[in-house]
Nanobody
Framework: QVQLVESGGGLVQRGDSLSLSCAVSGRTYNNDVVAWFRQAPGKDREYVAAIRWSGGQTDFADSVKGRFTISEDNAKKTVTLQMHSLKPEDTAAYYC???????????????WGQGTQVTVSS
C-alpha cells in the first residue's frame, strides 16, 4: 500500500506564488511517477504535472507550462509543486497520485492523496 498526503494549499491573489507538497510513504519504487491533478467544482479532474523519482523526468500540462515547476526529494519521498503567476482559473482542489507507469489520465493512478484546496482571487 502507498499513502500520499498533500499540504500547502491556501487562498492567494492573482499573480502570487504557492508551493504544494506531497509526502509519499509505503511501498514505492524508484521508477514510480508522482503526478499532480486538480479538480474545480463541476469539472473533470485535470492533469497538471508529473515527475519520476529516478532521473527526475518531468512533464507539464500546457495550461501550467512556464508557470509551475515540479521537483522531488527521493530521500524524503516528497514531491513539491511550485506554482507561480497564479490565475483565478487555477482555483481547484489539488491532488497528488502515484503509479508505476506515466499517464496524463487520472484513471492510470491507483493511489491518491486527500487533496488540498487552492483558491486564487482576482
Amino acid at each position: 500500500q502507498v499513502q500520499l498526503v498533500e499540504s500547502g494549499g491556501g487562498l492567494v491573489q492573482r499573480g502570487d506564488s504557492l508551493s504544494l507538497s506531497c509526502a509519499v510513504s509505503g511501498r514505492t519504487y524508484n521508477n514510480d511517477v508522482v503526478a499532480w491533478f486538480r479538480q474545480a467544482p463541476g469539472k473533470d479532474r485535470e492533469y497538471v504535472a508529473a515527475i519520476r523519482w529516478s532521473g527526475g523526468q518531468t512533464d507539464f500540462a500546457d495550461s501550467v507550462k512556464g508557470r509551475f515547476t515540479i521537483s522531488e526529494d527521493n530521500a524524503k519521498k516528497t514531491v513539491t509543486l511550485q506554482m507561480h503567476s497564479l490565475k483565478p482559473e487555477d482555483t481547484a482542489a489539488y491532488y497528488c497520485a502515484t503509479a508505476n507507469v506515466f499517464s496524463r489520465n487520472p484513471t492510470g493512478y491507483n493511489y491518491w492523496g486527500q487533496g488540498t484546496q487552492v483558491t486564487v482571487s482576482s
